[in-house]
């Protein structure tokens, strides 16, 4: 009996042994300057495996041999992307970004006669009993909604949440406006020109995020979301029962979409056929001027 317990925890830790060299461990530094690079997306192109590095620049991520030569993206607000397969990352898992080109903001004049009104474009309605939860597998993972313009232009001054509970204190996330192809769905393309870091552990209640910085005047449709990159104790599944944003159902266009880590599928969320075609709603919005 206790040769073949012996013997299962010889297997045990041989399996922990082989799991741990399966692991990926690395660096992400400016090439310029050798400086670290924090919340750097990391992940392959289209599937459920992905993470973020630190505020140090160091990441980790698991290495399946299955997705070998699949795609793994790098990528980071203000520099060229990284591609690389995830056998290549294995073999070289330190890298360096070099910045991006920097292209000229576009300046609009519009006409002194235009009058300007206030406005929040989005569902804001703040619930602690209907809500939504971010679908984390690991770091990178995000949430968000469509918001759709009144008039054009639209000058986006705030970003807005309403956190319906938090249970797992200070958590860090990204703030992401995304730009919508030809169907409205997300894109990996970023409207904003700088990193939005939101650290918070508010329990309930609106979170407000100054982006008046960024001089959004806009003239298209655009997804708001929130992207999970640090905090929570790196604990996805922790972070899944403890954090969670109001929401609501109802006729209005507000399409939720997520991504359960960095790099993966955008999925959509829907009620179907539920209540005559009424949809869910993310209490995610902003405060305009249009």
Do not use: C
Request: proline residues 4%; positive net charge; without cysteine.
């Amino acid at each position: 009996m206790l040769r073949s317990a012996l013997f299962a925890f010889s297997l045990f830790l041989f399996a922990t042994a082989a799991a741990l060299a399966q692991a990926i461990s690395g660096r992400v530094t400016d090439a310029r300057t050798g400086q670290p690079l924090p919340f750097v997306n990391i992940g392959v192109v289209g599937k459920a495996l992905g993470t973020v590095s630190n505020e140090q620049g160091q990441y980790g991520l698991a290495f399946q041999e299955k997705l070998a030569a699949d795609t793994v993206r790098v990528s980071y607000l203000g520099y060229q992307p990284r591609l690389l397969t995830l056998r290549q990352l294995q073999e070289q898992p330190n890298l360096a970004l070099s910045p991006a080109a920097v292209a000229l903001a576009e300046v609009r004049v519009q006409g002194k006669s235009r009058t300007w009104r206030d406005r929040q474009l989005g569902f804001s309605g703040n619930s602690e009993n209907s809500t939504l939860s971010l679908e984390p597998k690991d770091l990178g993972a995000e949430t968000g909604t469509v918001i759709y313009l009144k008039r054009k232009p639209t000058n986006v001054l705030k970003a807005n949440f309403n956190v319906a509970y938090n249970h797992v204190g200070n958590v860090t996330l990204r703030v992401n406006l995304y730009r919508l192809d030809a169907k409205d769905h997300p894109t990996n393309e970023k409207l904003l020109h700088r990193e939005v870091i939101l650290r918070t552990a508010a329990a309930h209640g609106p979170i407000s995020v100054d982006l008046t910085p960024d001089n959004l005047l806009l003239s298209e449709n655009f997804f708001l979301s929130l992207e999970w990159v640090g905090g929570a104790g790196a604990d996805a599944a922790a972070l899944q029962k403890g954090l969670a944003f109001s929401a609501g159902i109802g006729y209005a266009d507000n399409d939720i979409y997520y991504r359960v880590t960095s790099q993966a599928s955008w999925e959509r969320i829907s009620a179907g056929a539920v209540l005559a075609g009424m949809q869910p709603k993310l209490s995610f919005y902003v405060s305009a001027q249009d």
